[in-house]
Protein backbone atom coordinates (compact mmCIF):
# COMPACT_ATOMS: atom_id res chain seq x y z
CA UNK A 1 0.00 0.00 0.00
CA UNK A 2 1.15 3.09 -0.97
CA UNK A 3 1.10 6.01 1.30
CA UNK A 4 0.60 9.88 -0.52
CA UNK A 5 2.91 12.19 1.70
CA UNK A 6 2.16 15.72 1.95
CA UNK A 7 4.68 18.33 2.14
CA UNK A 8 5.10 20.23 5.13
CA UNK A 9 5.02 24.22 5.39
CA UNK A 10 7.81 25.89 5.39
CA UNK A 11 9.59 27.02 8.27
CA UNK A 12 8.64 30.69 9.19
CA UNK A 13 12.49 30.72 9.81
CA UNK A 14 14.91 29.46 7.56
CA UNK A 15 18.42 29.85 8.21
CA UNK A 16 21.66 28.60 7.02
CA UNK A 17 25.38 30.04 7.07
CA UNK A 18 24.80 34.09 6.95
CA UNK A 19 21.21 33.89 5.28
CA UNK A 20 17.98 34.16 6.47
CA UNK A 21 14.55 34.08 5.86
CA UNK A 22 12.32 35.70 7.97
CA UNK A 23 8.28 35.66 8.00
CA UNK A 24 7.06 39.27 7.20
CA UNK A 25 5.56 40.70 10.23
CA UNK A 26 3.57 44.15 10.28
CA UNK A 27 6.67 45.10 11.92
CA UNK A 28 8.59 44.81 8.45
CA UNK A 29 5.93 47.24 6.67
CA UNK A 30 8.70 50.12 5.98
CA UNK A 31 11.63 47.44 5.07
CA UNK A 32 8.89 46.49 2.44
CA UNK A 33 7.95 49.68 1.14
CA UNK A 34 11.76 50.80 1.09
CA UNK A 35 12.22 47.66 -1.02
CA UNK A 36 8.84 48.28 -3.14
CA UNK A 37 10.16 51.79 -3.76
CA UNK A 38 13.95 50.54 -4.81
CA UNK A 39 12.63 47.71 -6.40
CA UNK A 40 10.18 49.70 -9.00
CA UNK A 41 12.24 49.70 -11.76
CA UNK A 42 11.10 46.01 -12.64
CA UNK A 43 7.68 47.30 -14.30
CA UNK A 44 9.65 49.05 -16.99
CA UNK A 45 10.32 45.13 -17.97
CA UNK A 46 6.95 43.30 -16.95
CA UNK A 47 4.33 45.85 -17.88
CA UNK A 48 2.07 45.39 -15.19
CA UNK A 49 -0.56 48.47 -15.49
CA UNK A 50 -2.32 48.07 -11.72
CA UNK A 51 -0.62 49.00 -8.83
CA UNK A 52 -1.83 48.93 -5.00
CA UNK A 53 -2.20 51.95 -2.81
CA UNK A 54 -0.34 50.54 -0.65
CA UNK A 55 1.19 47.24 -1.71
CA UNK A 56 3.49 46.25 1.49
CA UNK A 57 0.14 46.70 3.46
CA UNK A 58 -1.17 44.07 0.90
CA UNK A 59 1.91 42.03 1.08
CA UNK A 60 1.50 41.57 4.64
CA UNK A 61 -2.02 41.03 4.27
CA UNK A 62 -2.17 38.72 1.78
CA UNK A 63 -4.05 40.17 -0.30
CA UNK A 64 -2.90 38.96 -4.01
CA UNK A 65 -4.07 34.84 -3.56
CA UNK A 66 -5.01 32.23 -6.20
CA UNK A 67 -8.42 31.32 -6.85
CA UNK A 68 -9.71 29.50 -4.30
CA UNK A 69 -6.31 30.18 -1.72
CA UNK A 70 -5.58 30.30 1.83
CA UNK A 71 -3.78 32.75 3.53
CA UNK A 72 -1.96 30.38 5.40
CA UNK A 73 -0.31 28.88 2.02
CA UNK A 74 1.35 32.55 0.82
CA UNK A 75 4.17 32.96 2.30
CA UNK A 76 5.96 36.38 2.65
CA UNK A 77 9.69 36.53 4.23
CA UNK A 78 12.16 39.08 4.66
CA UNK A 79 15.16 38.24 3.47
CA UNK A 80 18.87 38.55 5.95
CA UNK A 81 22.58 38.13 5.85
CA UNK A 82 24.04 38.75 8.59
CA UNK A 83 21.54 40.96 9.92
CA UNK A 84 21.29 43.48 6.73
CA UNK A 85 18.14 43.16 5.28
CA UNK A 86 18.64 42.08 1.19
CA UNK A 87 15.16 42.22 0.36
CA UNK A 88 12.38 39.90 0.17
CA UNK A 89 10.83 36.82 -1.50
CA UNK A 90 6.96 36.07 -1.00
CA UNK A 91 5.49 32.15 -2.13
CA UNK A 92 2.64 30.13 -2.69
CA UNK A 93 2.94 26.73 -0.92
CA UNK A 94 0.21 24.40 -3.04
CA UNK A 95 0.40 26.18 -6.16
CA UNK A 96 -2.14 25.58 -9.19
CA UNK A 97 -4.14 22.54 -6.74
CA UNK A 98 -1.10 20.63 -6.75
CA UNK A 99 0.44 20.14 -3.00
CA UNK A 100 3.64 19.63 -4.12
CA UNK A 101 4.36 22.41 -5.94
CA UNK A 102 5.33 26.40 -5.04
CA UNK A 103 5.05 29.42 -7.07
CA UNK A 104 7.74 31.61 -6.20
CA UNK A 105 5.63 34.99 -6.94
CA UNK A 106 8.55 37.32 -6.25
CA UNK A 107 12.12 37.32 -5.13
CA UNK A 108 13.93 40.93 -5.03
CA UNK A 109 17.37 41.45 -3.63
CA UNK A 110 17.90 45.56 -3.20
CA UNK A 111 19.87 47.00 -6.54
CA UNK A 112 22.79 47.88 -3.73
CA UNK A 113 23.51 44.00 -3.44
CA UNK A 114 22.84 43.12 -7.00
CA UNK A 115 25.27 41.46 -8.87
CA UNK A 116 27.46 40.67 -5.82
CA UNK A 117 26.25 36.94 -5.78
CA UNK A 118 24.06 37.36 -2.50
CA UNK A 119 20.67 37.02 -4.87
CA UNK A 120 22.08 33.19 -5.82
CA UNK A 121 22.93 32.61 -2.32
CA UNK A 122 19.72 33.50 -0.74
CA UNK A 123 17.53 31.61 -3.62
CA UNK A 124 20.06 28.24 -2.81
CA UNK A 125 18.87 28.38 0.69
CA UNK A 126 15.37 28.92 0.34
CA UNK A 127 15.45 26.05 -2.75
CA UNK A 128 17.47 23.69 0.06
CA UNK A 129 14.17 24.67 2.29
CA UNK A 130 11.30 23.99 0.05
CA UNK A 131 12.95 20.39 -0.84
CA UNK A 132 13.32 19.95 2.07
CA UNK A 133 9.99 20.09 2.89
CA UNK A 134 8.87 17.39 0.67
CA UNK A 135 7.83 20.14 -2.47
CA UNK A 136 8.97 18.54 -5.91
CA UNK A 137 8.13 21.53 -8.25
CA UNK A 138 8.68 25.38 -8.27
CA UNK A 139 6.95 27.91 -10.87
CA UNK A 140 7.74 31.41 -10.97
CA UNK A 141 6.70 33.71 -13.70
CA UNK A 142 9.34 36.40 -15.22
CA UNK A 143 8.89 39.42 -18.05
CA UNK A 144 10.54 38.54 -21.10
CA UNK A 145 11.95 42.16 -21.10
CA UNK A 146 13.92 41.49 -18.03
CA UNK A 147 16.77 39.63 -19.57
CA UNK A 148 19.01 40.25 -16.11
CA UNK A 149 15.75 38.22 -13.95
CA UNK A 150 15.14 35.76 -17.22
CA UNK A 151 19.25 34.52 -16.73
CA UNK A 152 19.47 34.26 -13.17
CA UNK A 153 16.25 32.02 -13.24
CA UNK A 154 17.67 30.21 -16.44
CA UNK A 155 20.95 30.02 -14.59
CA UNK A 156 19.16 28.44 -11.51
CA UNK A 157 18.02 25.60 -13.43
CA UNK A 158 14.55 26.87 -14.67
CA UNK A 159 14.33 25.19 -18.42
CA UNK A 160 11.34 24.17 -18.48
CA UNK A 161 8.93 26.34 -20.25
CA UNK A 162 5.50 25.99 -18.67
CA UNK A 163 3.35 29.37 -20.85
CA UNK A 164 3.86 32.32 -22.03
CA UNK A 165 1.55 34.81 -21.42
CA UNK A 166 0.52 38.11 -23.85
CA UNK A 167 -0.49 41.15 -22.39
CA UNK A 168 -2.67 43.74 -24.32
CA UNK A 169 -0.17 46.53 -23.50
CA UNK A 170 2.37 43.86 -25.95
CA UNK A 171 4.44 42.47 -22.65
CA UNK A 172 4.79 39.17 -22.04
CA UNK A 173 5.73 37.14 -19.30
CA UNK A 174 6.96 33.50 -18.97
CA UNK A 175 6.20 30.78 -16.78
CA UNK A 176 8.96 28.40 -15.94
CA UNK A 177 9.22 25.64 -13.77
CA UNK A 178 12.36 23.77 -12.41
CA UNK A 179 12.04 20.08 -10.76
CA UNK A 180 13.52 19.49 -7.58
CA UNK A 181 15.56 16.40 -7.43
Known amino acids: ?22 EATDNDKPFLETCIKDLQYIIEYTGWEESSED ?4 LLDHVDLPKNG ?32 IFLGYMGIL ?21 NNGYT ?23 EIVSLIKYKNGYMDINLEKRLT
Not at 1 to 22: L, T
Not at 121 to 128: D, F, G, I, P, Q
Open 137 to 159: VIRLNVGTRNIEALSFWIRNGYR
Open 70 to 101: KKENDRLYIIKKEGLCLGYCKFYEGAMNDPFK
Open 55 to 58: EAKD
Open 1 to 22: MQVNIVPKRCSAHIKKDQIEFI
Open 111 to 131: KEYQKKGMGKEAYTVLEEEIK
